[in-house]
């Protein structure tokens, strides 16, 4: 406890050689793993040598309580499981989808107390005692939620990777009073990417939804 | 892709998170996560212990003390955006943090991460290094203030030590006669910037008589346009301060633009950034 430690400054991401000999490494593979996964193997040094073998052991195991559109779940769960992971692997919830797995895409966008988070980029132990909205929890007695009936109506999806992301961060985003016009909308959903749509119909659901044009 | 195992505490204080820091070995913060999660997915960043913070709500506020508004470390980019203090007395920090990522980003990423994380490209560090603010660091023999000229050190290194954690951020109420600038160039949405300047003047006669810019993604740290700043103490137009403002620079050659390009943007953004700012 008292172990004395010099007063140097900190480096305050990674031991890592990688990161000081390219300083932009952690926003590089990101970008890189988002456009091009296929050369993020070359960037990354294999598992071994990054010591993970070596540690061994799983970070023990914590008690959390999560509501999930609603429901309380008790887990046990390993601190490394991120949020997207729980809701897929442990709680069945298919409908909040990975894309990049790099905090990017917003694919796994869901609601946490109400308001817009990349499920992939937050620790299902942060969500210990939070409200968690997926996109199968929209829809009340069968009847869709707006957003969801403006998207039907406007033909905002086609292969509908996106779409429930794309449709929490449109709720997150009209609940904060914050898509005001078509711009606000625009800039609101920039952490939503679709690869299908060119946007323009989601834009035109939103504003619907809103009650703007 | 998941991220090597830890252990995971959670701090209950500041206090709590410092003792923790130094009894734990190879332990890390955790604030909202936003820069340290993705590295550690990609295992650029292994921490054997991480410390969440995130919780301690009594970090999450924006008050007035007086000469100058103290921002909790805690506080979320959406937060600091929104507040009405911070709006009414130092806009360009709102104005800032409403420019990182996207809303998901702002919705748990924390003043106090940006800052901390020491990255070159982030908004915040160069917005509080123009307007020459304070961060109070706590340790384990209690607080100190450090002058943010003093806390950017390296890429993704600052003045924090080991043990150290911030607790609050502290920039200056601006008076009547300022005008402030962020002017910020990103290729793509949410990216972080390619390069962006802060700009602080005091406006006299439709022009500035003092200047302080901040330059993001210009070197290792981010950094003082000096030269520019001298030359409009000195009388210039702001055309030919501006000029100067790759002078002393060391930009990075990257994916999303040239050290060249770099040093041609801090220039035009920076002429940008001081007419806006003067004109109000
Ligand atoms: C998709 C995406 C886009 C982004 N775009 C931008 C952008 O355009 N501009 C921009 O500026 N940022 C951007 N960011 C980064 C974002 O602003 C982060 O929120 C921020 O850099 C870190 O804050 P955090 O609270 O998430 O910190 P964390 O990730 O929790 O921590 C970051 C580092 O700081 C340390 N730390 C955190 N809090 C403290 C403290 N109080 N005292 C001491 N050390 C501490 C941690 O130990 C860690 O090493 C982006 C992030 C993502 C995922
Ligand atoms: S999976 Fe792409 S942002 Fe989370
Ligand atoms: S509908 Fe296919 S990605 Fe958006």
């Not at chain 1, 809701?87 to 797995?101: A, K």
Request: charged fraction near 20%; charge should be negative.
């Amino acid at each position: 406890m008292e172990r004395a430690r010099a007063r140097q400054p900190r480096k305050v991401v990674a031991q890592s050689h990688e990161l000081e000999a390219h300083p932009q490494a952690v926003r590089v593979t990101v970008w890189l793993c988002a456009t091009r996964p296929d050369s993020v193997w070359k960037l990354s040094p294999p598992r071994d040598t990054l010591g993970l073998a070596l540690r061994g052991e799983e970070g023990a195991l914590r008690h959390v309580a999560l509501t999930v559109n609603g429901v309380r779940h008790e887990l046990e769960l390993e601190p490394r499981e991120l949020l997207a992971y729980v809701l897929r692997e442990r709680l069945g919830l298919t409908g909040t989808n990975i894309g990049c797995d790099t905090s990017s895409c917003g694919a796994c966008t869901v609601l946490v107390n109400g308001e817009s988070v990349k499920s992939c980029t937050m620790l299902g132990v942060q969500a210990d005692g939070l409200e968690i909205t997926t996109i199968e929890g929209l829809a009340r007695d069968g009847e869709l939620h707006p957003v969801q009936q403006a998207f039907h109506e406007h033909h905002a999806l086609q292969c509908g990777y996106c779409t429930p992301g794309m449709v929490l961060a449109a709720v997150s985003l009209i609940e904060a009073g914050a898509a005001t016009d078509e711009q606000a909308i625009r800039l609101g959903l920039e952490g939503n990417l679709c690869r299908c749509t060119g946007y323009h119909n989601i834009v035109k659901a939103v504003a619907a939804a809103a009650g703007v044009s | 892709m998941i991220p090597a195992p830890f252990d995971y505490e959670v701090a209950e204080s500041p206090e709590h998170a410092v003792g923790l820091l130094r009894e734990r070995e190879d332990a890390k913060l955790l604030a909202g996560g936003h820069s340290l999660l993705p590295a550690m997915r990609l295992r650029l960043a292994r921490p054997a212990c991480l410390i969440d913070i995130g919780r301690l709500s009594d970090l999450s506020y924006v008050r007035d003390v007086g000469d100058e508004i103290a921002i909790g470390a805690l506080t979320r980019h959406k937060d600091v955006a929104g507040a009405p203090l911070l709006q009414e007395h130092c806009g360009i920090v709102a104005y800032a943090a409403g420019q990182v990522g996207d809303p998901q980003v702002r919705h748990r990423g924390t003043i106090g991460g940006s800052l901390s994380h020491g990255d070159p490209a982030s908004d915040l560090p160069a917005v509080v290094l123009a307007l020459g603010g304070t961060l109070v660091a706590r340790g384990p023999s209690g607080e100190r203030s450090i002058a943010a000229s003093d806390f950017f050190t390296g890429v993704f290194e600052t003045a924090l030590a080991p043990d150290e954690m911030l607790v609050e951020v502290r920039v200056p109420k601006l008076g009547p006669a300022s005008g402030w600038a962020y002017e910020k160039l990103s290729r793509r949405a949410q990216d972080w910037a390619t390069v962006a300047v802060a700009a602080v003047v005091e406006r006299s006669n439709g022009g500035a008589s003092k200047a302080a810019v901040g330059l993001t993604n210009m070197g290792g740290t981010p950094l003082r346009a000096t030269a520019v700043e001298e030359a409009i103490a000195g009388g210039a137009p702001i055309a030919e301060a501006a000029a100067h403002a790759a002078e002393g620079t060391d930009p990075p050659s990257d994916l999303a633009a040239s050290a060249d390009f770099r040093r041609h943007l801090a220039r035009v953004l920076t002429r940008r950034a001081l007419e806006r700012a003067v004109a109000g």
